[in-house]
Every structure is written in structure tokens, then in C-alpha cells.
């Protein structure tokens, strides 16, 4: 942590209009842990927040962080998806990714997938047999993004995004700095193609330094502190590891960090985002997001009957030590 260091003073910087409104603090939460796939360690990043707040997000699990022994680094098998988009940044470690369409790669310290499930795809994500063997540092995001209705049966789609295609704006003062990782954040374009407008951004607050972020007014924003602790908004608000604050009324999100980190962390560690809220129903259930409880069960039935793809015959397979 952080995934990808820069030399602030080489980046472009933020330059927040005069007449910009900070964000205030609707709530702080902090989420239960649990697992998931094969039984690696998550924390359920949303749990208890309006899904209106959420909006045009469904799910967020931190994977992690977690020091694996030899043997011990699980992944997720081979499982179905239809109706919205998966979002997976790797902060520390690898993971292998392969699905039905065709797509797949390796994801490395601080690269992302963005795949677009859209009418139906397989897919696995597990770590490579050189990980499971040594085991070593795992820690990671994934983000579910719904898809509008009218685009919810489009071809499924995988876009491969690693660490060196973001796009990095320091502060003002060049103390901290901002990886744009999918969307835009003030004109400065992030990889990858969405169908909503939105911003992923991981935000590195140096020790006792504060950044004031332009951020669309238009746009919700969530706040998760991936590590170490500090302020936010504009009634600056504690926050600290594993906690979200929901953000609202407002073009600036401001964050500040704790002069003294706790010895796990170098920086406060935050991962923002937003996006335009979709505002249409939804129903999420297992691995669909759709509109309907009846498409809900028309998934199901495509998938028990073959037609969201099929296994390749090269497919990877979670590796046993």
C-alpha cells in the first residue's frame, strides 16, 4: 500500500474554483467482515447504506488485506453474472481472470478489470499457482456498477487496465495525490470505457497534508478508507480504516490526514467514488442484477440451460497446493 507511488511535484493538479461548495457528511458506517468465493476474507464495504445513496453502485467488498501462508490464497470459482459490471483493483498481489467471452489476464499490483457482464458471462478469478504456492500479501477491491435497463442485455465485454494506464493529479500543494482509475475527475481522463457516467479514484493523503478534490455535482460520492485514518468533508469528520462516508450537496470533496499513522500504513489510503445516479428499479439477487424479480428468474433459467456461455476447454481451474 499504496499501489503506485508517484512524484507529486511532475503531476498536474487540481485547481478547485474559488466559488466551490465543500461536501458535507451524511453518514460514516463501517462494514462486517465475512467471505467469500473459496473463503478468502472480505468486508461487505456497503452494508447498512441506503442503496439510493449507493447508486448506480450495488456491491463493494474489500478483499483483504490479508498476509497468506503457503497453501492458504483462495479465489472464486467459475460462476455466472448477468445485468450490470464488476470492477476489480488490485492493490497488492495477482490474480488470474478468465471467462466465457474470450476475455482474461493476469492482474498485478494496481491494475484493474472492468468487465461488463451485460446478457451473460462465466467467469473466474482466482490467484496464480506460483501465489498459492508461496502465499505472501493479498489485498484488493471489488465494486459491482449497475447497468441501465436499456443496457443491461448488451454483449458482455472485459477491458484489461493495469497499473501504468491511470492516470495521476497531485493536490495543490503536491502532498498527496489522486489515481483516476475508471471515469474522469476534473478533466483528467481515467482508462476504460463505462456505460454511466462515474469516477474510481484511490486517494493517497501524505501524513498531517489535506487535498481538496473538485467532484461533480451531479455525481454521489463514497469514500472508503482502505488505510490509516484522518478527516472529511467539509464538517471534517473522522474516519478511519474500513469505514464509508457518504458524501452529499456540494462540487469539493475535501480529506485530511492524521499527522501520526498507526505502523501498518505510510499515508491515509481512500478509495472515491461517484457517479450519475441511474434512479430505476432494482433487483439483485445472487450473481444477477436486474429490473425484475422475473428477470431475475429468466437468468437463472439461461443459465441452468447453457445460453450465458460455457466453460472454455483451456480454462484455468483454482490450483490446490
Known sequence: MP?????????????????AVSRSVLSVTRGPRAFEGE??????????????????????????????????????????????ETFTYLIDGQFLHQDSNGGGGVILDGGTQYMTAGDGILHIETP????????????????????????????????DLQGGDSVMVAAADGGSYVRVLAGAVDGHQGPGISHT?????????????????????????????LAGSGAIGAEQRIISE???????????IEITADAKQ??????????????????????????????????????????????????PANAIQPHRA
Open 197 to 225: 457516467p462515474l469516477a474510481i479514484t484511490h486517494v493517497t493523503v501524505a501524513p498531517g497534508a489535506s487535498i481538496s478534490i473538485p467532484w461533480p455535482s451531479n455525481f454521489n460520492a463514497l469514500a472508503y478508507v
Open 3 to 19: 499501489a503506485a507511488t508517484a512524484d507529486a511535484l511532475t503531476l498536474p493538479r487540481f485547481a478547485p474554483a474559488p466559488t
Open 39 to 84: 473463503g478468502f476474507p472480505v468486508r461487505r464495504a456497503f452494508a447498512g447504506v441506503p442503496s439510493d445513496q449507493l447508486d448506480p453502485f450495488i456491491h463493494m467488498d474489500q478483499m483483504g488485506e490479508v498476509e497468506y501462508g503457503a497453501g492458504e490464497p483462495k479465489g472464486t470459482p467459475w460462476h455466472p453474472h448477468r445485468g450490470f
Open 128 to 159: 496464480p499457482e506460483a501465489l498459492v504456492e508461496s502465499g505472501g500479501l493479498f489485498h484488493g477491491i471489488q465494486l459491482w456498477i449497475n447497468l441501465p435497463r436499456d443496457k443491461k442485455r448488451i454483449a458482455p465485454q472485459y477491458q
Open 242 to 252: 474500513g469505514q464509508l462516508a457518504v458524501l452529499v450537496k456540494g462540487d469539493l
Open 262 to 311: 498507526d505502523s501498518r500504513t505510510e499515508n491515509l489510503e481512500v478509495f472515491l467514488i461517484g457517479g450519475v445516479p441511474l434512479r430505476e428499479p432494482v433487483v439483485a439477487y445472487g450473481p444477477f442484477v436486474m429490473s425484475t424479480v422475473e428477470e431475475i428468474q429468466e437468468a437463472f433459467e439461461d443459465y441452468q440451460k447453457g445460453r450465458l456461455g460455457s466453460v
